[in-house]
Protein backbone atom coordinates (compact mmCIF):
# COMPACT_ATOMS: atom_id res chain seq x y z
CA UNK A 1 0.00 0.00 0.00
CA UNK A 2 1.65 3.04 -1.59
CA UNK A 3 0.40 5.55 1.39
CA UNK A 4 0.99 3.26 4.71
CA UNK A 5 2.56 6.21 6.57
CA UNK A 6 0.00 8.57 6.07
CA UNK A 7 -2.25 5.97 7.12
CA UNK A 8 -0.28 4.98 10.24
CA UNK A 9 0.04 9.14 10.59
CA UNK A 10 -3.32 9.87 10.19
CA UNK A 11 -4.31 7.18 12.88
CA UNK A 12 -5.63 4.87 10.47
CA UNK A 13 -3.39 2.24 9.57
CA UNK A 14 -1.28 0.38 11.43
CA UNK A 15 2.72 0.01 11.48
CA UNK A 16 4.16 -3.35 10.23
CA UNK A 17 3.47 -4.64 13.90
CA UNK A 18 -0.02 -4.00 13.72
CA UNK A 19 0.22 -0.86 16.41
CA UNK A 20 -1.38 2.13 15.33
CA UNK A 21 -0.43 5.42 16.15
CA UNK A 22 -2.35 5.79 19.25
CA UNK A 23 -0.62 2.53 20.85
CA UNK A 24 2.98 3.67 19.94
CA UNK A 25 1.91 7.14 21.30
CA UNK A 26 0.83 5.22 24.65
CA UNK A 27 4.01 3.55 24.91
CA UNK A 28 5.60 4.21 28.26
CA UNK A 29 9.69 5.40 28.81
CA UNK A 30 10.97 1.91 28.95
CA UNK A 31 8.89 0.63 25.94
CA UNK A 32 10.18 3.72 23.98
CA UNK A 33 13.75 3.11 24.65
CA UNK A 34 13.69 -0.83 24.61
CA UNK A 35 11.82 -0.87 21.11
CA UNK A 36 13.50 0.31 17.88
CA UNK A 37 10.94 -0.68 15.25
CA UNK A 38 8.60 2.10 15.39
CA UNK A 39 10.68 5.35 15.19
CA UNK A 40 10.81 4.60 11.38
CA UNK A 41 6.79 5.02 11.42
CA UNK A 42 6.97 8.36 13.45
CA UNK A 43 9.39 9.86 11.75
CA UNK A 44 9.66 8.40 7.88
CA UNK A 45 12.85 9.51 5.47
CA UNK A 46 13.36 8.89 1.95
CA UNK A 47 15.90 6.75 3.06
CA UNK A 48 15.94 2.88 4.11
CA UNK A 49 16.93 2.64 7.78
CA UNK A 50 19.76 0.95 8.11
CA UNK A 51 19.03 -0.37 12.10
CA UNK A 52 15.31 -1.90 11.00
CA UNK A 53 15.45 -3.43 7.66
CA UNK A 54 12.05 -3.57 5.97
CA UNK A 55 10.92 -0.14 7.50
CA UNK A 56 9.04 2.38 5.40
CA UNK A 57 10.74 4.71 3.03
CA UNK A 58 8.66 7.79 2.56
CA UNK A 59 8.40 9.12 -0.99
CA UNK A 60 8.17 12.55 -2.48
CA UNK A 61 4.71 11.94 -3.06
CA UNK A 62 3.44 10.55 0.46
CA UNK A 63 5.63 13.20 1.60
CA UNK A 64 3.40 15.89 -0.04
CA UNK A 65 0.73 13.84 1.27
CA UNK A 66 1.44 14.15 5.07
CA UNK A 67 2.81 17.84 4.53
CA UNK A 68 -0.91 18.76 2.81
CA UNK A 69 -2.96 16.51 5.52
CA UNK A 70 -4.34 17.89 8.58
CA UNK A 71 -4.70 14.90 10.46
CA UNK A 72 -1.20 13.34 9.39
CA UNK A 73 0.24 16.34 10.79
CA UNK A 74 -1.47 16.13 13.92
CA UNK A 75 -0.13 12.90 14.26
CA UNK A 76 3.22 13.71 13.75
CA UNK A 77 2.89 16.68 16.29
CA UNK A 78 1.85 14.05 19.06
CA UNK A 79 4.80 11.98 17.52
CA UNK A 80 6.78 14.98 18.23
CA UNK A 81 5.40 16.58 21.66
CA UNK A 82 6.29 12.60 23.15
CA UNK A 83 9.33 12.03 21.46
CA UNK A 84 10.78 15.41 23.20
CA UNK A 85 9.25 14.07 26.59
CA UNK A 86 10.93 11.36 26.35
CA UNK A 87 13.99 13.18 25.75
CA UNK A 88 13.35 15.62 28.42
CA UNK A 89 12.19 13.14 30.64
CA UNK A 90 15.05 10.71 30.50
CA UNK A 91 19.35 11.01 31.27
CA UNK A 92 20.55 7.31 29.46
CA UNK A 93 20.88 9.08 26.34
CA UNK A 94 22.82 12.03 27.75
CA UNK A 95 25.78 10.07 27.30
CA UNK A 96 28.68 9.92 24.59
CA UNK A 97 27.43 7.21 22.09
CA UNK A 98 24.15 6.23 22.65
CA UNK A 99 21.41 4.63 19.68
CA UNK A 100 18.90 7.61 20.92
CA UNK A 101 21.20 9.67 19.20
CA UNK A 102 21.18 8.57 15.52
CA UNK A 103 17.26 8.90 16.77
CA UNK A 104 17.19 12.07 17.20
CA UNK A 105 19.16 12.90 14.02
CA UNK A 106 15.99 11.18 12.38
CA UNK A 107 13.44 13.31 14.29
CA UNK A 108 15.08 16.43 13.81
CA UNK A 109 15.56 15.50 9.78
CA UNK A 110 11.75 13.95 9.45
CA UNK A 111 10.05 17.26 11.50
CA UNK A 112 12.30 19.90 9.03
CA UNK A 113 11.17 17.86 6.02
CA UNK A 114 7.26 17.21 6.99
CA UNK A 115 6.91 20.18 9.35
CA UNK A 116 8.69 22.76 8.54
CA UNK A 117 12.02 23.79 9.92
CA UNK A 118 10.91 25.91 12.60
CA UNK A 119 9.71 22.79 14.70
CA UNK A 120 12.94 20.64 13.38
CA UNK A 121 14.45 24.15 15.20
CA UNK A 122 12.59 23.81 18.43
CA UNK A 123 13.47 20.50 19.07
CA UNK A 124 17.00 20.65 18.23
CA UNK A 125 17.51 23.78 20.22
CA UNK A 126 15.35 21.71 23.41
CA UNK A 127 17.67 18.63 22.66
CA UNK A 128 21.33 20.85 22.75
CA UNK A 129 20.16 22.47 25.79
CA UNK A 130 20.00 19.33 27.26
CA UNK A 131 23.25 18.42 26.57
CA UNK A 132 24.75 21.47 27.55
CA UNK A 133 22.55 21.40 31.01
CA UNK A 134 24.01 17.52 31.50
CA UNK A 135 27.48 18.58 30.76
CA UNK A 136 27.67 18.48 26.90
CA UNK A 137 27.59 14.72 27.60
CA UNK A 138 27.02 14.15 23.67
CA UNK A 139 29.43 13.23 21.39
CA UNK A 140 30.36 16.22 18.46
CA UNK A 141 29.81 13.76 15.61
CA UNK A 142 26.25 13.49 16.90
CA UNK A 143 25.94 17.40 17.64
CA UNK A 144 27.05 18.06 14.13
CA UNK A 145 24.76 15.03 12.53
CA UNK A 146 21.84 16.88 14.29
CA UNK A 147 23.08 20.66 12.96
CA UNK A 148 23.55 19.48 9.46
CA UNK A 149 19.85 17.27 9.90
CA UNK A 150 18.54 20.83 10.81
CA UNK A 151 19.90 22.30 7.34
Do not use: C
Not at 42 to 65: I, K, Y
Not at 94 to 121: K, M, P, Y
Amino acid sequence: MADRILRFLRGEGPDSQGRFLRDVLAFDDGRLEARHDFIQWLFPLPEPSRAVPGSPVLSPEEASAIRADPRALKGLRAALGRMSRFYAETDHWLTRFDHNHLRITRIIAATRELLGREAAAAFHDAITARNAAAGHAVNDDSLRHWARALG
